[in-house]
Every structure is written in C-alpha cells, then in structure tokens.
C-alpha cells in the first residue's frame, strides 16, 4: 500500500487549525497511525489506529478517517508543533507516508 | 520502562554486509504480541520500514529489499538483530529499531563510503 501525504509543507501561525492528509492507494482499514519528528530526534507516536492518542500526547492531536483517506488534525498550532508529519500504515505490509513539514508562518 | 538503542558499525564500505543490533529492555520478544521492527531514515528524507520479527519467530520484510535482509532476535539477551548484504551510498541512513509502533530507539547513523 502506497500512501500519500499532502500538503508536503505547510505554513501557519500559532493558534491555527491546522489539517494534514494521507491518502492510501488501498483500504486501510483504520490502520494507521501518526509520527511526529523533530530535527534530530526520533519519530514520536501520536496517534495509532487512527484515532487513538498515545498516552501523553496533548489532546489538541486528533486523527480521523476510514478506507483509504485519513486526517491529522491540530486543533490550536503551538511552536512546539513544528515538525514534520508521517502517516503510517500497518494493514498490509507496513509503509510511511513522504511527510508534511509543518512550519510557523 | 521500555527503552531501545541501536549499534552498528558506524562506517562500512560497498559491497560489505551491514549488521546491527537492537538491545532493549523493559520487555520480553518471547511475550505474546511482541514485535522488534527495524526502520531507516537518510539523511532530510522519510522513513522506510525493513523488517519486523515477532515473539513466535514471525518474519516480514520489505518487498523491495527481501533479497539483501535478514532479521533475527537472541530472546535471552534482550536482543534483535538486521544483517544487510551488499550495501552501497544509498544505504546510508540512520537506523531505528521499534517495538510495536510505540517505542523507538535513538537510532544509530551508518555511512557506506569507499
């Protein structure tokens, strides 16, 4: 399963709602989770099967979605959020999506 | 507390085969349920998942690179393992091991160069 990512960079400013896509190229079937990473650090989970937050994670995160068309939501932009996005799938096989750099505008 | 870190050898030259361990704590890989998956990242680019390997001895890899991947795991010593044959440039990358989805390790950069 390919998945893509879009927008591949995207600017906003704090306090923003900001929407990040990831489409799969076959049904997931609500197998997929969502990474952020920092420069220089490992990938952080933030949400798996799709909806789900890790334990930690602040709940301005939120995932949703079915089939192949899912969506990583954020609902008031912090600095801290720069990073960059990956989608991830683990329903068949297991693949990354390309990754949204998300910046402060 | 679960926690992961990689090692490897840092520095090889194309054609050799690139092995690295993963060495972990805070969980059993003879445990039901437990996967140790073994993903890349070159440098400013996206992540490529490789292999996993689970409690039972379960084994996947990734399609594109099954040939050259060989994925295993010492349950007494905490431990997986990746061997990568014939590595070239474009192997050089930093690599994680994760259990489940979860919990990542630091990751260890490796550099093919001649």
């Known amino acids: 399963i390919q998945l893509t990512q879009s927008p591949s960079l995207l600017s906003a400013s704090v306090g923003d709602r900001v929407t990040l896509s990831c489409k799969g190229s076959q049904n997931i079937n609500n197998y997929l989770a969502w990474y952020q990473q920092k420069l220089g650090e490992a990938p952080k989970l933030l949400i798996y099967n799709t909806n789900s937050l890790q334990t930690g994670i602040p709940s301005r995160f939120s995932g949703s979605g079915s089939g192949t068309d899912y969506t990583l939501t954020i609902s008031s932009l912090q600095p801290e959020d720069v990073a960059t996005y990956f989608c991830y799938q683990y329903n068949n096989g297991n693949t990354f999506g390309a990754g949204t750099k998300l910046e402060l505008k | 507390q679960v926690t992961l870190k990689e090692s490897g050898p840092g520095i090889l030259q194309p054609s050799q085969t690139l092995s690295l361990t993963c060495s972990f704590s805070?969980?059993?890989?003879?445990?039901?349920?437990?996967?140790v998956s073994w993903i890349r990242q070159p440098s400013g680019k996206g992540l490529e998942w490789l292999a996993t390997i689970c409690w039972e001895d379960s084994k996947g890899y990734n399609p594109s690179l099954k040939n050259r991947l060989t994925i295993s795991k010492d349950t007494s010593n905490n431990q997986a393992f990746l061997k990568i044959t014939s590595v070239d440039t474009v192997d050089t990358a930093i690599y994680y091991c994760?259990?489940?989805?979860?919990?990542w390790g630091q990751g260890v950069m490796v550099t093919v160069s001649s």
């Open positions: 805070g969980f059993s890989l003879s445990t039901s349920g437990i996967c």
């Open positions: 994760a259990q489940g989805i979860g919990y």
